[in-house]
């Protein structure tokens, strides 16, 4: 009984957790974008997951045509090039223009994804955006405000259905991690 207790509480307290990092809803208040890398199929086709987020940020970038956009994913060993360079493909074949985007090449996790990429943001900037899958947003929100940014909101794509569950349930753990990653 205690375990379960244990669980729920877990469960709860890190959906409450995921639920928040879906907050505050970017507005074009700040003028770069970082927009989180993910899997890139074999054929340089942009996963479900990452398809969604490019989606996202292009409904973004119409909407808002000051900001400018970092992509942020290196090349994993079974890509056959960065995800960056994937994700700029995607959005220029989709129409958008490429002096908007920015490439962050060399990153292998979410945190160095804004690591590297919050360091091609000019200095004067007090905040940013980041644009990933609905359940990705509370962790890279952690790791924004502990390099420096005192501000950040977000633009939430959708997960897919398929690896949801999947993807939420290992993200649940991957706060507690993060955490004491960063309290390190």
């Not at 207790?5 to 974008?33: C, E, M, N, R």
Request: some cysteine.
């Amino acid at each position: 009984m205690i375990l379960i207790g244990l669980f729920l509480v877990f469960w709860i307290s890190t959906g409450y957790v995921l639920k928040q990092g879906q907050k505050p809803v970017a507005d074009g208040t700040y003028h770069y974008a970082i927009v989180l890398g993910a899997k890139v199929n074999a054929d340089g086709k942009p996963s479900k997951a990452l398809k969604n987020r490019l989606e996202a940020t292009y409904d973004y970038a119409i909407k808002y045509p000051h900001v400018q956009f970092i992509l942020s994913g290196g090349q994993g060993a079974d890509e056959n090039e960065s995800e960056a360079v994937a994700m700029q493909n995607y959005l220029v074949n989709r129409g958008m223009d490429s002096n908007r985007l920015i490439l962050e090449t060399e990153s292998t996790s979410t945190y160095e994804n804004i690591k590297y990429s919050s360091k091609k943001i000019p200095l004067k900037e007090n905040g940013l955006t980041i644009i990933s899958n609905d359940f990705h947003l509370a962790r890279a929100k952690m790791i924004v405000k502990n390099l420096g940014f005192p501000n950040c909101d977000v633009v939430a794509a959708d997960t897919p259905k398929s690896v949801k569950l999947k993807l939420v349930a290992r993200e649940r753990a991957g706060l507690i991690l993060q955490r004491l990653q960063l309290w390190r």
